[in-house]
């Protein structure tokens, strides 16, 4: 009961948690997702029903059976703490084990960084790819990855190898990002849970796994806090005008143009 009273600390004025809730509509099946909105796609699920385990090995959504209340919620601790966010010296980073060990299930990954993919190509594994893999790990359904990235990427060797690599039903967006349009400064990538911010473009390392990065801090931010769930809603929603202004141009949204979090 101290992680539940925790986690549920800043949201609003009400002191009671509200149960039995009919939501999601039964039967559970995966096409629950795309009924879903924002709020509801970073919520989380307790549920008494025989198909929650299949929710489960989706990987999309923090659903609990009865008894796994406590073990669910935990994934949205950093480092077994309930903390709303934690700092991490990029400069000692030896691999992208800190996203790997933060991540949690999610149907949609939105990475922010115009200069995500300004390396060679063949950098790509041990930067973007990787980050990928790590943070879409638990997903074993359906999985959408959004780049608002620079005009100059080279889309279909990306879109190709991330495809091969991941071996998942993977769904690849590349917004491109017109020079002025951007407000935020910060690298930033979402999740249904998480939100991580860099103050150097995600790709700190070479070859040889040697931190190249001149970075000096990334964040993660845990949505068991109210205020980051916030912010980060509110950025999923100006990412979302961005996408509403770009529509008329024909080449400045590229690949399969699926997400929950946002719509194309």
Same mark, same amino acid.
């Given at each position: 009961m101290t992680l539940l009273k925790t986690l549920t600390r800043n949201r609003g004025n009400s002191n009671e948690l509200v149960w039995d809730e009919t939501f999601p509509p039964r039967p559970l099946n995966a096409n629950v997702y795309d009924t879903m909105n924002s709020e509801q796609l970073t919520s989380i699920y307790f549920l008494s029903d025989p198909s929650v385990n299949d929710m489960v090995q989706h990987g999309c959504l923090l659903f609990a059976k009865e008894g796994d209340e406590i073990k669910t919620l935990s994934q949205l601790l950093i480092e077994e703490e309930a903390i709303p966010s934690r700092p991490y010296s990029i400069r000692t980073m030896t691999d992208w084990k800190v996203l790997e060990d933060n991540a949690t299930p999610c %149907?949609? *990954?939105? *990475? @922010?960084?115009?200069y995500i993919f300004s390396q060679p190509d063949i950098l790509y594994p041990f930067n973007s790819y990787k980050i990928i893999e790590h943070l879409g790990r638990f997903?074993?359904?359906?999985?959408? @990855? *959004?780049?608002? %990235?620079?005009?100059? %990427?080279?889309?279909?060797t990306i879109n190709s190898?991330?495809?091969?690599?991941?071996?998942? +039903?993977?769904?690849? %967006?590349? @917004?491109? *990002?017109?020079?002025?349009?951007l407000k935020e400064h910060d690298r930033t990538i979402i999740t249904n849970y998480k939100m991580f911010d860099s103050g150097d473009s995600f790709k700190y !390392?070479?070859?040889?796994?040697?931190?190249?990065?001149?970075?000096?801090?990334?964040?993660?931010?845990? !949505?068991?806090?109210?205020?980051? +769930?916030?912010?980060?809603?509110?950025?999923?929603?100006d990412l979302q005008a961005?996408?509403?202004d770009r529509k008329n141009g024909l080449s400045s949204i590229i690949g399969d143009k699926k997400s929950l979090l946002l719509k194309f």
């Open positions: %149907t949609d *990954i939105i *990475i @922010v960084d115009r997903n074993h359904h359906e999985l959408n @990855v *959004i780049i608002f %990235t620079d005009k100059d %990427t080279p889309f279909k190898q991330l495809k091969n690599l991941l071996c998942k +039903r993977l769904n690849l %967006t590349f @917004v491109i *990002i017109p020079d002025g349009k !390392f070479n070859d040889k796994g040697e931190n190249q990065s001149h970075g000096r801090w990334l964040h993660v931010n845990s !949505f068991g806090d109210k205020n980051v +769930r916030d912010l980060s809603l509110q950025c999923i929603k961005l996408i509403n």
